[in-house]
């Protein structure tokens, strides 16, 4: 289980408790073995209902995840664990509410095990991105490339000629994927559409298109590149970098549907060529939050700040 507990699982965690003891003499002699804190057990009002002890104690722990962390973890193994409701066929119409416990418990644990399964795929993508890091730093060679490449594009940020500008901003690109190994193409013309270029990446191939305008990129511009990825195989996603942004409008569109395209900006190529995050990580990253969330601009200050 992560360190905090999700919205939805503390739902499910109420919902379980109300259901898996019918009386509340039972239900709290089980907290009193899970909770070290009495107070917690004894503030509610136990005359009261028991949907409203259980949520007024689960809210009070959940309040603090920090200082209650051990309680909760406890609190949530113990529900889970449980196969057996002889209990509850005891009552009125126990077999109802045996088959209503257990998919109380059943729901917990799919969203707990959800829940740590990402908290593992997070923390092997931040122990990815600090190894890539470390292993950049480590080599100059690497390091002054990087550098040379950071020095032409800072060239391209000051260049009035904004036509040659955008094919420019390609080369550098080009390196920056050739840094990686990801075995990039150059800008190719494929049946009338022009692809600024493509690279792979885990096994995923790539389309890339650059756009470097005054203006944010909008929905129309996203619709076009989209398009063009839709009609490749498969397993063929897009890689959209908006020096300036996106507009709300376009990424908003393009993120409640099956999107195959990640954005990128301008601060997330200057993260990359300062050394803040390797490319590969981040591009990981944005995947992997598009695929979990759906929301295809996943912005590199997030990545840094979080991961």
């Given at each position: 289980m992560g360190k905090n507990l999700s919205a939805v699982a503390i739902e499910l965690l109420k919902e379980a408790l109300c259901s898996i003891y019918w009386y509340k003499n039972n239900l709290r002699s089980f907290l009193s073995n899970c909770?070290?804190?009495?107070?917690?057990?004894n503030r509610p009002d136990w005359n009261g209902y028991k949907r409203q002890i259980v949520s007024d104690i689960i809210n009070e722990l959940c309040s603090n995840q920090e200082r209650y962390l051990g309680d909760i973890r406890r609190l949530i193994h113990e529900v889970i664990k449980m196969e057996s409701f002889h209990h509850l066929e005891q009552v009125e119409d126990g077999k109802r509410k045996v088959e209503r416990a257990k998919q109380a418990v059943a729901d917990l644990k799919r969203v707990v095990e959800d829940q740590t399964q990402k908290i593992k795929e997070e923390e092997e993508i931040k122990r990815k991105r600090l190894e890539n890091l470390k292993k950049i730093r480590s080599s100059q060679a690497v390091l002054s490339k990087l550098?040379?490449?950071?020095?032409?594009?800072?060239?391209?940020v000051t260049s009035k000629e904004y036509q040659k500008r955008g094919f420019e901003l390609e080369k550098v690109l080009y390196d920056l994927f050739e840094l990686f190994d990801l075995d990039p193409k150059a800008s190719f013309r494929n049946m009338g559409e022009q692809i600024d270029g493509a690279f792979s990446l885990e096994g995923t191939d790539y389309l890339f298109e650059a756009k470097w305008t005054s203006q944010l990129s909008g929905t129309s511009d996203l619709d076009s590149f989209s398009g063009k990825i839709n009609r490749k195989l498969d397993n063929t996603l897009g890689l959209f970098l908006s020096i300036n942004g996106f507009s709300e409008d376009a990424v908003r569109i393009h993120s409640v549907s099956r999107s195959t395209i990640l954005l990128m900006d301008g601060s997330d190529l200057m993260a990359v060529l300062e050394n803040q995050i390797d490319f590969l990580s981040l591009i990981i990253r944005k995947r992997r939050h598009a695929a979990q969330t759906g929301n295809i601009y996943l912005k590199n200050s997030e990545i840094l700040n979080y991961y």
């Open positions: 909770i070290n804190d009495t107070n917690v057990i550098d040379e490449i950071k020095i032409n594009y800072f060239r391209l």
